[in-house]
Nanobody, 123 residues
Framework: VQLQASGGGLVQAGGSLRLSCAASGRTFSTLTMGWFRQAPGKEREFVAAISWNVGTTYYADSVKDRFTISRDSAKKTVYLQMNSLKPEDTAIYYC?????????????????WGQGTQVTVSS
Protein backbone atom coordinates (compact mmCIF):
# COMPACT_ATOMS: atom_id res chain seq x y z
CA VAL A 1 0.00 0.00 0.00
CA GLN A 2 1.32 3.41 -0.95
CA LEU A 3 -0.09 6.50 0.75
CA GLN A 4 0.33 10.08 -0.40
CA ALA A 5 -0.77 12.82 1.99
CA SER A 6 -1.37 16.40 0.90
CA GLY A 7 -3.24 19.55 1.82
CA GLY A 8 -1.15 20.92 4.66
CA GLY A 9 -0.20 24.55 4.95
CA LEU A 10 -0.17 27.68 7.07
CA VAL A 11 -3.47 28.93 8.48
CA GLN A 12 -4.54 31.37 11.16
CA ALA A 13 -6.18 30.19 14.35
CA GLY A 14 -9.86 29.60 13.78
CA GLY A 15 -9.31 28.69 10.15
CA SER A 16 -9.81 25.45 8.27
CA LEU A 17 -7.79 23.00 6.19
CA ARG A 18 -8.63 19.75 4.46
CA LEU A 19 -6.01 17.05 4.28
CA SER A 20 -6.15 14.30 1.68
CA CYS A 21 -4.51 10.91 1.58
CA ALA A 22 -4.56 8.97 -1.68
CA ALA A 23 -4.04 5.22 -1.46
CA SER A 24 -2.81 2.80 -4.10
CA GLY A 25 -1.56 -0.74 -4.33
CA ARG A 26 -4.46 -2.45 -2.59
CA THR A 27 -8.23 -2.45 -2.74
CA PHE A 28 -9.12 0.74 -0.92
CA SER A 29 -12.34 -0.67 0.49
CA THR A 30 -10.37 -3.15 2.59
CA LEU A 31 -8.35 -0.48 4.37
CA THR A 32 -9.07 1.03 7.74
CA MET A 33 -7.54 4.49 7.52
CA GLY A 34 -6.14 6.67 10.26
CA TRP A 35 -4.63 10.10 10.77
CA PHE A 36 -1.88 10.75 13.28
CA ARG A 37 0.17 13.85 14.01
CA GLN A 38 3.53 14.66 15.50
CA ALA A 39 4.46 18.04 16.91
CA PRO A 40 8.10 19.06 17.40
CA GLY A 41 9.58 17.35 20.43
CA LYS A 42 6.48 15.23 21.00
CA GLU A 43 5.47 11.68 20.26
CA ARG A 44 3.23 10.81 17.35
CA GLU A 45 -0.39 10.78 18.46
CA PHE A 46 -3.67 9.49 17.14
CA VAL A 47 -6.08 11.98 15.59
CA ALA A 48 -8.88 10.11 13.83
CA ALA A 49 -9.73 6.86 12.07
CA ILE A 50 -12.41 5.39 9.83
CA SER A 51 -13.09 1.69 9.48
CA TRP A 52 -12.87 -0.27 6.24
CA ASN A 53 -16.28 -1.95 6.37
CA VAL A 54 -19.10 0.21 7.77
CA GLY A 55 -17.22 3.50 7.96
CA THR A 56 -17.23 3.80 11.73
CA THR A 57 -15.26 6.84 12.85
CA TYR A 58 -13.33 7.58 16.01
CA TYR A 59 -11.60 10.75 17.17
CA ALA A 60 -9.13 11.87 19.76
CA ASP A 61 -10.79 13.99 22.42
CA SER A 62 -8.62 16.95 21.47
CA VAL A 63 -10.11 17.15 17.96
CA LYS A 64 -13.64 15.86 18.50
CA ASP A 65 -16.30 18.21 17.13
CA ARG A 66 -13.65 20.13 15.15
CA PHE A 67 -12.22 17.51 12.79
CA THR A 68 -14.07 15.14 10.47
CA ILE A 69 -12.62 12.07 8.78
CA SER A 70 -14.26 10.72 5.64
CA ARG A 71 -13.45 8.47 2.72
CA ASP A 72 -14.23 8.42 -0.99
CA SER A 73 -13.92 4.92 -2.40
CA ALA A 74 -14.15 6.06 -6.01
CA LYS A 75 -11.15 8.34 -5.52
CA LYS A 76 -9.39 5.94 -3.12
CA THR A 77 -8.85 8.87 -0.83
CA VAL A 78 -9.41 9.61 2.84
CA TYR A 79 -9.91 13.17 4.02
CA LEU A 80 -9.45 15.02 7.27
CA GLN A 81 -11.49 18.21 7.42
CA MET A 82 -10.05 20.41 10.14
CA ASN A 83 -12.09 23.35 11.41
CA SER A 84 -11.59 25.82 14.24
CA LEU A 85 -7.87 25.17 14.13
CA LYS A 86 -5.75 26.05 17.14
CA PRO A 87 -2.00 26.69 17.44
CA GLU A 88 -1.71 23.41 19.34
CA ASP A 89 -2.86 21.59 16.20
CA THR A 90 0.47 22.50 14.58
CA ALA A 91 2.21 19.27 13.61
CA ILE A 92 3.16 16.99 10.78
CA TYR A 93 0.08 14.96 9.91
CA TYR A 94 0.47 11.39 8.74
CA CYS A 95 -2.07 9.07 7.20
CA UNK A 96 -1.91 5.36 7.89
CA UNK A 97 -3.62 2.21 6.67
CA UNK A 98 -4.48 -1.19 8.11
CA UNK A 99 -5.87 -3.87 5.77
CA UNK A 100 -9.07 -5.28 7.30
CA UNK A 101 -8.00 -3.61 10.53
CA UNK A 102 -10.10 -2.66 13.50
CA UNK A 103 -10.05 1.00 14.40
CA UNK A 104 -6.99 1.57 16.53
CA UNK A 105 -5.48 4.56 18.27
CA UNK A 106 -2.10 2.83 18.42
CA UNK A 107 0.72 3.37 15.94
CA UNK A 108 1.27 -0.39 15.86
CA UNK A 109 -2.30 -0.84 14.65
CA UNK A 110 -1.30 0.40 11.19
CA UNK A 111 1.18 -1.23 8.87
CA UNK A 112 1.41 1.40 6.17
CA TRP A 113 2.25 5.07 6.47
CA GLY A 114 2.35 8.11 4.23
CA GLN A 115 5.10 10.69 4.18
CA GLY A 116 3.35 13.38 6.22
CA THR A 117 2.14 16.89 5.50
CA GLN A 118 2.92 19.95 7.61
CA VAL A 119 0.11 21.91 9.24
CA THR A 120 1.02 25.19 10.92
CA VAL A 121 -1.56 27.23 12.80
CA SER A 122 -0.56 30.77 13.72
CA SER A 123 -2.03 32.62 16.67
Amino acid sequence: VQLQASGGGLVQAGGSLRLSCAASGRTFSTLTMGWFRQAPGKEREFVAAISWNVGTTYYADSVKDRFTISRDSAKKTVYLQMNSLKPEDTAIYYCAAAPYGAISTAILGYGYWGQGTQVTVSS
